[in-house]
């Protein structure tokens, strides 16, 4: 069964260039990819239940809401509580990357980032 992954950007450059890299993986059936440009809509859809994920990857610098905000909230609720959230943004210090894992994120990953870096994270954390 396919794995739901789900990246959140207010970049549709990323979103774009995301969809190129995870296009193989899709086409394979071996994970469904899904983008949001609104951290606060994808919020609302996943608490609402009417959104599910098997890997979150959320940039940290949005319009809407923050990456970190999401994460903890999600993290705060039962159903996503253990589920992975990777951060892909362009902040590196470890001041944030500090306040992520106290958040309980799994992983970071800088921008701009190449295909096979993101291909393998998602393998890495989904167990592919």
Do not use: C
Request: hydrophobic share 45%.
């Amino acid at each position: 069964m396919s794995k739901r992954v789900i990246l959140v950007d207010d970049s549709k450059t990323i979103l774009a260039t995301a969809q190129m890299a995870l296009e193989e993986m899709v086409n394979k059936g071996i994970i469904q990819f899904a983008t949001y440009l609104n951290p606060a809509e994808l919020r609302d859809a996943l608490l609402s239940g009417s959104e599910d994920y098997d890997l979150l990857i959320s940039d940290i610098n949005m319009a809407q809401m923050s990456g970190l905000d999401l994460s903890a909230e999600l993290k705060g609720h039962e159903k996503f509580k253990n589920r992975p959230i990777l951060i892909l943004t362009t902040e590196s210090s470890p001041e944030m990357k500090a306040r992520g894992k106290a958040i309980g994120v799994t992983g970071w990953m800088v921008k701009p980032f190449s295909d096979d870096k993101l291909v393998k994270a998602i393998n890495m954390v989904l167990g592919l």
